[in-house]
């Protein structure tokens, strides 16, 4: 047995010689023994529970509340107006985090009378060291907060509703109120990430995807490698956290299954964690980013059409640039080069480790395929890329971490078709069941776009709005990047960690789109 719960055993006989059975409402340790160890949890019998999210109260019969569910204690105090310190104790408060309907998570209070100095402290004393000794579970987070994301909320957000609970869970934090685009960037690069056990964004896409790649350039830089090619970078070295603040929010949707901040929060606190597949963006000369997802064509060009009209309210502008994007639709001229996945068919006992290792030697042997030819749309997508308008994602055949990407090709078609499918990813219809929709799942993608001349060059100046003349848009995970040469983008297993679960167990979401 460990020293965890020797301690807890020795806690529960001294709790029932000193005759607290009663004051205590007849609460008792709880003990399950696993592979690992010894799990502890309490039985509260005819227990009063307290809802934080809902302010509900609940009278049970019994519960049992197993100490992995529970993120803090406080010692219960009666105090008078304006009194901060000291008090009548009363008790204990054990905070638990609930699981609800359609992958929310709340907090809730469960209160434990007992008007016993020494008792209250002891098993607050004790519940602590419990909770200590949850790993992944983070003591001092490095916030950023961006004042100007969706509707200006992610400030109200934080302090409203973050904030208290990182608070009630005895985390420290370090806020930092972005004040310009590349802020985050460059305090990361200038950041001891050491002294954090966690990185947070309080955004939309594009302040995450902002931060991820701080937090992956400045591992590079801490590794001593050249930033400018990076063909093995190494993992982040602390995890990411999302709190949804954003318009899409596509990372949390596909984290958590929903735009939530408490449950992001509770993620965060509950050290939930998912190791993540990320991409490298770069040029035959240097690194462009690092980032979860990309677009090329349509998706591209409508992010550059919403980024110079920055001046309209956010729904305004993104619906906006998507209709005259839409009313325009014009495709892109490339070539696309690809390396397919391959897993070989005898690994299928063999550890993930042992597999990618196999994939990537064997990666290396096989041939590039080559696609030109006239798109309406190119994705390259790490993760499923979840959101309200997508339930099933806009990669719904890709995991956060597979080892892979899904190339999603949309070639020249009618406006009436491409319209068609576009509204298949609200639907539980397969969106890519279009004669002119062509999937891959592959290791990497290379795309070459090709310059027109003539008079197609005229055609050429809106297909390039908000870029420089000669530079094409991207769009990767929200954020707008212009490239004039090729891009080569390369999926790099389980490069970082972030906060949340993984996507096969969240629940299924009905929601849909009416935006078309």
Sequence with gaps: ????????????????????????????MWFCSTLCGILVGIVVPNGVFCYGDSSMVLQAQEEIIE???VFSVKLKRRRFVGQKKGGTLLGITIFKCLNKEENKLTDCAIHLNNLSEDHCHSWFRHLKEILNGFQNRPKSLKVFVNPSSHKREATHVYYEQVAPLFKLADIKT???????????????KE???????????VGGDGSVSEVAHGLLLKAQIDAGKDTDYIPT???????????????????????????????????????????????????????????????????????????????????????????????????????????????PQEDSHESDRKKKEKIKKKGSKDQWHKIQGHFLNVSIMA???????????????????????????????????????????????????FPFVETYTVQEVK??????????????TYLNAASAEGN??????????????????????QLINLYGVNTDDLESSQASCNCI
């Design 233 to 343: 970078p190494v993992r982040a070295p602390v995890p990411l956290g999302v709190i949804p603040a954003g318009t899409t929010n596509i990372l949390a949707y596909t984290l958590y299954g929903i735009k939530h901040a408490v449950t992001a929060t509770l993620h965060i606190v509950m050290g939930h964690i998912q190791p993540v597949d990320v991409c490298t963006f770069s040029t035959a000369s240097k690194l462009l980013r690092f980032g979860f997802s990309a677009m090329f064509g349509f998706g591209a060009r409508t992010l550059a059409l919403a980024e110079k009209h920055r001046w309209m309210p956010s729904n305004q502008r993104k619906d906006f640039a998507f209709i005259k994007t839409l009313a325009d639709l014009k495709p892109e001229e490339c070539e696309l080069s690809f390396l397919p996945l391959q897993i």
């Design 1 to 28: 047995m460990n020293s965890l719960a020797a301690q807890s055993l020795r806690l529960l006989s001294t709790f029932f010689a000193c005759g607290c059975f009663s004051p205590w409402t007849a609460c008792r």
């Design 191 to 201: 950041c001891e990430l050491q002294a954090f056990d966690g990185v947070v964004c």
């Design 67 to 69: 100490m992995k569910d």
């Design 472 to 493: 094409y848009p991207w769009n990767i995970d929200g954020d707008l990047m212009k490239e004039a040469s090729e891009v080569h983008v390369r999926v790099h297993p």
């Design 447 to 460: 795309v070459q776009p090709r310059l027109k001349s003539g008079l197609d060059a005229k055609e050429n």
């Design 174 to 188: 370090d806020v930092t109120v972005t004040e310009y685009e590349g802020h985050a960037l460059s305090v990361l």
């Design 383 to 433: 993760i499923p890329c979840l959101c309200s308008m997508a339930p099933r994602g806009l990669a719904p055949n890709t995991r956060l971490n597979n080892g892979s990407m899904a190339l999603i090709v949309v070639q020249n078609t009618s406006r009436t078709e491409f319209i068609k499918h576009l509204k298949r990813y609200a639907s539980v219809k397969n969106q890519f069941n």
